[in-house]
């Protein structure tokens, strides 16, 4: 039995993140670095076909294009974050139990059950963000709706563009602020939720557990816990920030110089530093989040009594579920 199941503290459970992730950090970034290197060959391939285009004159048809081979890129990243996500989950309750857990492991066993993960990430996104999404949208519809009034300019340029259509100058300014009073309600909405269904993804890997049935149990587990999920997402977020601003910072800097616009060189070294920064950064927080699931299940269920006894052979778990067609018992033949 792993020493450290038992009720951690905060600090200890960023503790024990930290040493689950030096310990196997090949392990955890191997799993991550699947759907990386895949995302970086393919936002390569979007720069490519882009430069291309442009060499050809097509101009035209660079705009669909984009649009399209973007639309393709985002479904088959969704697809590969969703089984990287659930490989590490599954990973880390591994190792934290003390059983040997391979990168080829991590992903058989979660691949059979994808789709569920993925429909379970699909409700969490939906009920999380799509406050706050549409909140973006109305903003910046309005943007676009009354964009004349006040376009790119600024200073002296904008006043002059409010004073030529005040009317249009006055729904921006009232959407503004709108936009930034419900901003707020719609923030604290949308981080309590996500706290809200943080064990969803851990439950339903480790428990083999259906959508809904996870989402449910991660609102029971979660309870107690939020606040301290909170900060362990706070400080990843801070870490994530810092490294970022670090390697990307002479991007940042050309952006700027030349006015949003960098060439296809600088942009694929970019995407080839992001391929390390995700990598790395990329399973900290499934990781810290799959420690807090054995947490809450230890303080409220007494797991640790339940794993000890396990192991000893006391109790014999439970089967995981088999589909309706091997649970049938066959039939006898009927005779000739």
């Given at each position: 039995?792993?020493?450290?199941?038992?009720?951690?503290?905060?600090?200890?459970?960023?503790?024990?993140?930290?040493?689950?992730?030096?310990?196997?950090?090949?392990?955890?970034?191997?799993?991550?670095?699947?759907?990386?290197?895949?995302?970086?060959?393919?936002?390569?391939?979007?720069?490519?076909?882009?430069?291309?285009?442009?060499?050809?004159?097509?101009?035209?048809?660079?705009?669909?294009?984009?649009?399209?081979?973007?639309?393709?890129?985002?479904?088959?990243?969704?697809?590969?974050?969703?089984?990287?996500?659930?490989?590490?989950?599954?990973?880390?309750?591994?190792?934290?139990?003390?059983?040997?857990?391979?990168?080829?492991?991590?992903?058989?066993?979660?691949?059979?059950?994808?789709?569920?993960?993925?429909?379970?990430?699909?409700?969490?996104?939906?009920v999380v963000w799509t406050p706050l999404a549409v909140l973006y949208g109305g903003y910046f519809g309005v943007l676009a709706y009354y964009g004349k009034a006040f376009g790119p300019q600024a200073g002296a340029a904008a006043q002059q563009a409010a004073a030529i259509n005040p009317q249009s100058a006055t729904i921006f300014l009232v959407a503004s602020l709108v936009f930034i009073l419900l901003l707020i309600p719609v923030g604290v909405y949308t981080v309590l939720m996500g706290l809200r269904y943080a064990m969803a993804l851990p439950a339903c890997v480790v428990e083999n557990l259906k959508a809904r049935k996870a989402l449910r149990r991660s609102i029971d587990l979660s309870k107690g816990a939020r606040g301290r999920i909170f900060v362990l997402g706070l400080l990843i977020g801070v870490i994530k920030i810092g490294m970022v601003s670090v390697t990307q910072v002479f991007i940042f800097?050309?952006?700027?110089?030349?006015?949003?616009?960098i060439g296809p060189g600088l942009s694929a070294l970019s995407q080839i530093i992001a391929f390390f920064t995700n990598t790395f950064l990329g399973p900290i927080y499934a990781t810290g989040i799959t420690l807090f699931y054995y947490d809450q299940r230890v303080r409220k269920e007494g797991y640790d009594i339940e794993w000890m006894m396990q192991a000893a052979g006391l109790t014999v778990p439970a089967p995981e579920a088999v589909p309706e067609a091997e649970s049938q018992p066959p039939q006898a033949s009927e005779p000739a």
């Open positions: 039995m792993d020493s450290n199941l038992r009720p951690l503290t905060l600090g200890e459970i960023l503790d024990r993140t930290a040493q689950l992730y030096r310990e196997n950090f090949l392990l955890f970034a191997g799993i991550f670095a699947v759907y990386c290197g895949v995302a970086l060959v393919l936002n390569l391939l979007l720069i490519g076909v882009g430069v291309l285009l442009r060499t050809l004159h097509w101009t035209g048809a660079l705009t669909w294009t984009t649009v399209v081979s973007s639309g393709v890129v985002m479904l088959i990243l969704f697809l590969l974050f969703g089984a990287a996500v659930a490989a590490i989950s599954r990973a880390v309750a591994w190792v934290h139990l003390g059983e040997p857990a391979t990168i080829r492991s991590a992903y058989s066993s979660t691949l059979p059950r994808l789709g569920r993960y993925l429909w379970l990430m699909t409700i969490t996104a939906f800097i050309a952006v700027f110089k030349h006015h949003g616009q």
